[in-house]
Structure formats: structure tokens, C-alpha cells
């Protein structure tokens, strides 16, 4: 792809015009379908009908290497003229820096690679800015089914939506899925068998950097987050993670990590300072956790932070940055050191109502130990250990989560 827009820049020189709607001619059109061997057909025919190309949107793989240099900073429009922009001409001589700053255009292209119109609009486009994040979180964890990243976009996507015919929204949010993998391999990001995708050597050093996490020789942070007033045992959770992620990552990697269902609103207090999902429906002054990295609010070594999950039960975590190390090579990040106690269950009312729910298991005679094992989805009240953590388990999940 980064040959492509290459080749089109080179051909935009000192500028073309364009049409009064700001699209290429058609002459244009057909010349650069030609030179950039596009697949696109100009009056296709059909039959004994040929079918007139009126516009160049019309040829979505002219229209997609069109957009993907603007988005990628090498062209622009100015007063119904295409112009390249100077000061990225460096790129068309550096193929390692056109291509990093292709895939960073990527999260730009939703609405190209999936145009909404009159009948169909996209979940997979809509949801792009979502989407996009957690694909690459599950990419960098190494290779997944395709059919598993379907799965993950229609889970985030379809909740947001009320479908009249599920079925069919599903079949085509798969088809964008495919889509997107083809445009990726493409690109020169994921390999692709008929079954799996994995990222190619050179995108896991650039889906590394877009998710923020350390490369080796960079700064590390090992922190310890511990629930607060938790006892009989602790639970708490050891994590190397890279300095460089917002707060919105650390989020997810802490849901994760302790086995939270990732169900619930939730805040960081960092000094008095709230920071947590930027909402015009907060009554309280947060701050974005988007864009507020976690080395900006832990900094030294022995600095704490807490998190709060869940803002009715209000299980609070203590986080301290234990130590600053190095991101060593041939290591994802993050990690999951150690740790240790089971994750309360979700809606149990937090510590006290933890107490309760315990002391109820442990005790048959209890007037709500039927009722608590039923409700927890157990088979025996022997299921729930408090002391229990899947070290292992909790790892893979952190891994195909990203």
C-alpha cells in the first residue's frame, strides 16, 4: 500500500484540480487506476449493459489509496486543487517512515473503509474509534482466529444498537472484519491463512508503540495494586507495565488483571485529581483519562494512586509503583507478575457485603446459603475459594486481551 500512495503523490506533482464536489476527474480517475493497478473497472459492463462511471467514489480502490494519503498527511485540498504537502515529502524517500505513518492513518480511514449510504450503515464503522484499539490489543497478543476478532468487534459494537434483524447486521459486520484483515495484509500488518491472523515482524513494533507499551530498553514500571480492605487473604496483583499508556489502558489492564467484569464506571484519584471517562454527565470535575499517561501521575518510585471500580460497591485498589525497571527483549508488556486471592464476585456490595457473601458460603446453616449459591451461578459452596487465583489463567487472558 505505502508503493501506492508513493506512486500517487508523485503523480499529484505540483497539484491537480479537482472537481466542483472536490473529487478527482474522470480522466484522472482512469489514468490512475491504470498506473496504481487499483482492480477497480471504469464502465463496468454487465451483460449487454455497460454501466457508466460518474464519479470517481465510484472505484473504491482508487478512492481508498485517494484517502488513505490524505489522512496520511501527504496531500491535501486547497481551494479545489490537490497539492502535496511539503513538508512530508521526506517520507516518499523513507519506505520504514512511510509505512509507520500509513498505519497510523489507519484509525483515520473509517469512514472510507466503510462508507455509510442510504440502506446500510456499518457497526464496525461506527464504532471504529472502539474497535480498532482492541484489534490490535488481541493482534499483539499473537495469532488469533479470525473468527475471534469478529467475535470481538460484534461484542463491542452491537450492544450500542437496537437491530431489527441481528442475523444479518452480524453477517455483514464479519464481512467488514474480513474486509479490514484484507486491507491490513495489504498494508503489510497481519498475515493472514484462511483461519488465522498474525502480526507481521514490522507492525508489532508499530502496534507497540500505538498501544504505548514499552519496547525493549525503555522504561518499565512494576506496580502492586492491592484491594483495599481486603483480607483473609489480600488481593492484590503484581504488573509490569509501560509508563507511556494512558490511564483509559491501565484501566483495561487492571479489569483484567483482577478479574473484574469491566461492567461499571470507574475512577483514578491521583493528589485529590479525578481522571476517568470524559462524559458531559459527570457532576464531579475528571479529567481524560484518554489523555492522561500513567508516568504524567505516578513519576518515582514509592508514588500511589488509586482506582476505584464499580461506583456503587466502590472496590477501591491501592496502586504503588514498586520499581522502575527496563522493558527487556523478546517480552510483551504488560505482564502479570504475581498475586494472589480470588476477585469477588461483581454486585456483591462491595467489602462488606464480600464479608457477608463469604461467611454465608461457609456456613450451610446460614439463612442465605442456598440463596447465595444460587445467585453466584455455583454448583456447591466448595466452588468459591477466596484464597484461589488462577496465576496462569489470568496470564493468557491478559496476553489475548493485549
Known sequence: M?????????????????????????????????????????????????????????????????????A????????????????????????????????AALGKMSQTLFPKNYWYSSLVGEEFALIWPALQRSLYGGPVPVSNLRELAWQIASPYYEMRDPEAQRRMADQDIDLLLTVLARLGVVELTEETAALTPAAVHAVQRALGEAAPGEPLYQIRVTLRESADPVIWRRLRVSPAIALARLHDILVTAMGWENSHLHLFTVGGVLYGQASPEWELDVRDEKKTR??????????????????????RHDIVLEEILTAEEGVRYPMLVDGAGACPPEDVGGIGGYEHFRRALADPGHDEHDEYVHWAGLNSAQEFDPARFALEATRRALTSAG
Open 2 to 70: 505505502h508503493d501506492e500512495l508513493r506512486a500517487f503523490t508523485e503523480w499529484v506533482g505540483e497539484g491537480r484540480k479537482l472537481t466542483q464536489t472536490g473529487k478527482l476527474t474522470l480522466s484522472d480517475a482512469r489514468t490512475l487506476v491504470a498506473l496504481l493497478k487499483t482492480g477497480d473497472e471504469i464502465d463496468p459492463k454487465i451483460g449487454d449493459r455497460v454501466f457508466r462511471t460518474k464519479s470517481s467514489t465510484e472505484l473504491p480502490g482508487l478512492n481508498l489509496i485517494v484517502e488513505w494519503a490524505k
Open 72 to 103: 496520511t498527511g501527504l496531500v491535501k485540498v486547497v481551494k479545489g486543487r490537490l497539492l502535496p504537502v511539503k513538508k512530508a515529502a521526506p517520507l516518499l524517500n523513507d519506505p520504514k517512515r512511510l509505512w509507520e505513518a500509513s498505519f
Open 294 to 315: 500513567l508516568q504524567e501521575v505516578l513519576a518515582q518510585a514509592g508514588a500511589a494512586m488509586e482506582y476505584e471500580y464499580d461506583l456503587g460497591d466502590s472496590w
